[in-house]
């Protein structure tokens, strides 16, 4: 479990985080959600050790961050940071392999069944040679979603294991650059790991990403959590009014077994437009 109590923090004189409290369960997908500023990735930042002037207590599986060795961390859990400027001509093999280093020698027995699972779990085993920098920013998140699950397994199959209270997985804006395919992949991924008992949390963007893969959004605003709950309760078009300025419209389809979010000028577009195609009948 992940406990997040009375976190606040500030960069010089402007506070970021206000007194944030939030608590997640291992085998879920949580989703951070929010306008520009909100604190999403500085609140995954934070829980990821990379800001440690921060006042409050974070908690992961009962242990007070700070008091956790930095070597204990990284066993624990892996992050998928929004920035990653990685200029050297390491190959795609090589950075993968990165995800092993936290384990000890006694610990890395499967070191090369792991990361090639990783690699082809991914779909970038056939670029294993090929040199980092020359991908494109797509293949390039693939590549350091394959290093990532190389460093959360112990085992070079998915399935192997239940990794309830072992393990968390931090991502921040992770199917960035990604093809639409990709993108379903690299989410849904994220949710065998939490079925696995990995408790995931990612930053997204995509309101109908987080719709169709989310178990709990939580929604920040000015640095705490303004909303946080299921889908259906989160996404409501008085929150997303609150914490984004825009009008929405929340609907629902079918053939989807999550809500549809579009802004009341799509909303609008999207009616005229069944209208039309009703009344060609």
Do not use: W
Request: include cysteine.
């Amino acid at each position: 479990m992940l406990v997040v109590k009375d976190v606040s923090l500030s960069f010089g004189n402007v506070p970021v985080l206000a007194q944030m409290q939030l608590q997640a369960q291992p085998g879920e997908l949580c989703v951070l959600m929010g306008a520009n500023g909100a604190g999403k990735s500085t609140l995954l930042r934070t829980i990821a050790g990379e800001y440690k002037h921060y006042h409050g207590s974070i908690l992961l599986n009962g242990q007070e961050l700070h008091h956790m060795p930095v070597d204990a961390q990284a066993r624990q859990r892996a992050v998928l940071s929004q920035q990653l400027n990685l200029q050297m001509p390491f190959t795609v093999a090589e950075v993968a392999a990165m995800g092993r280093y936290a384990y000890r020698a006694a610990e890395r027995l499967y070191d090369k069944e792991i990361i090639t699972y990783a690699l082809k779990l991914l779909q970038v085993y056939d670029l294993k040679d090929r040199s980092y920098p020359t991908l494109s920013g797509g293949q390039q998140q693939r590549v350091q979603m394959a290093r990532v699950l190389a460093q959360l397994l112990e085992a070079p199959d998915l399935h192997a294991m239940d990794y309830t209270g072992k393990k968390m997985l931090l991502l921040d804006e992770p199917v960035t650059g990604m093809d639409i395919l990709h993108q379903q992949l690299a989410l849904q991924l994220a949710v065998q790991l939490s079925r696995q008992g990995v408790l995931v949390i990612a930053v997204l963007h995509d309101f109908q990403l987080a719709a169709a893969y989310a178990q709990h959004i939580f929604l920040l605003k000015n640095g705490h959590v303004y909303a946080q709950g299921p889908v259906d309760t989160v996404l409501s078009p008085p929150h997303i009014k609150h914490c984004f300025g825009v009008d929405v419209s929340v609907l629902h389809h079918s053939l989807c077994a999550y809500p549809l979010v579009v802004t009341n000028t799509a909303a609008t577009l999207f009616s005229s437009s069944a209208l039309q195609a009703t009344n060609a009948y």
